[in-house]
């Protein structure tokens, strides 16, 4: 017969053994976990907070789905030129200062900027433009060096293509304006891309130089003196930022034109063709993870678009009396209306 005593024993035994159990199994509760390196990501892109806020949250969004979270793991060093290109260099010496874990960067302004400030803290880029061709990296597959990321247009035909879809919604579009900024790397390549496009399409090509937003009336003015029917905006960070303002321009100078992103057809601009990139700045999250946990940039391949989107605003279409062909509306993958 167990006596009482035996049966306070073993009380006292499970109550012991409970007690070890519960001190070994409260190093892994989340409360009790010693506190991991919060890592300091650095984020820096040409437009002003407010201009380019969907394209912040897009990265937020990316990072906190792989478990990353402000406050808690990593903490943003984010900077933001206004609009103002040649802030950048400064800001990007900023951030190698303040020796931050990555960068992620914009597109080739700021990839430019960020290279000639470091060659060993990884920079993972969002929207590069012919990233090869612009000697940004050795080679999409294999990039070498401290970069790494994505490409928007990993060649520049794609600008020929822009030309093709805007000839097709405007037919009598003979003298079509390429606004473009001369000064990023493979600017000069995508102009002569242009150029000859206009050619093989026997459209007359006028070239207009603009490398601020402080030159965008002028710009307009100058190509209403030239008389031209149409513009083709190439893709460039001071064209992005002033989207909004490149749209009332364009509709008060009754003027049609095809962008790059589709933020300019979201904010009154015809049509747009090429890359979200705001999925590419959530996809970017993906390269910070796997640099963070120890991978090589220069190992990571430079990752392309799934695909180019053809964006038309059918508001911009119906106030500049246009009619966009039917062949062109079933190609659209959003429309506007």
Not at 25 to 52: C, S, W
């Amino acid at each position: 017969m167990r006596t009482n005593a035996w049966v306070a024993r073993r009380t006292l035994n499970q109550l012991a053994i409970a007690v070890i159990l519960l001190l070994l199994a409260a190093p892994f509760t989340a409360d009790a976990q010693p506190p991991g390196k919060v890592y300091r990501i650095g984020f820096i892109l040409t437009g002003a907070a407010n201009e380019v806020e969907h394209l912040t949250k897009a990265l937020d969004d990316g990072l906190r789905q792989l478990g990353y979270v402000e406050g808690r793991n990593v903490r943003f060093e984010r900077r933001f030129a206004g609009g103002r290109p040649e802030r950048l260099p400064a800001l990007a010496a900023e951030l190698v200062r303040l020796n931050v874990d990555i960068i992620v960067t914009g597109s080739n302004p700021v990839i430019d900027a960020v290279k000639q400030a470091t060659a060993t803290i990884p920079v993972v880029m969002a929207v590069s433009r012919d990233p090869v061709g612009s000697g940004l990296i050795a080679s999409l597959a294999r990039p070498a060096g401290n970069i790494t990321g994505l490409t928007s247009d990993p060649d520049p035909e794609i600008l020929a293509k822009n030309l093709e879809l805007l000839k097709e919604a405007v037919p009598t579009a003979s003298r079509v304006a390429l606004m473009w900024n001369p000064v990023p790397s493979a600017a000069e390549i995508y102009r002569k891309v242009v150029e000859s496009a206009a050619r093989k399409l026997g459209v007359t090509l006028e070239l207009v130089e603009v490398r601020g937003r402080n030159e965008l009336e002028g710009t307009f003015s100058a190509m209403a003196r030239a008389r031209v029917n149409a513009i083709v905006v190439l893709p460039d960070p001071v064209f992005f930022t002033g989207r909004t303002q490149i749209a009332l321009l364009a509709a008060r100078n009754r003027l049609p034109a095809i962008y790059g992103h589709r933020e300019h057809a979201e904010v009154g601009g015809l049509m747009s063709y090429g890359a979200h990139i705001a999925d590419q700045f959530r996809r970017v999250a993906f390269y910070v993870d796997k640099i963070l946990k120890g991978a090589k940039p220069g190992d990571l391949a430079v990752e392309q678009p799934a695909r180019f989107e053809l964006v038309i605003n059918l508001k911009a279409a119906q106030a500049l009396d246009i009619t966009i062909p039917a062949s062109l509306r079933l190609r659209a993958d959003h429309m506007i209306e």
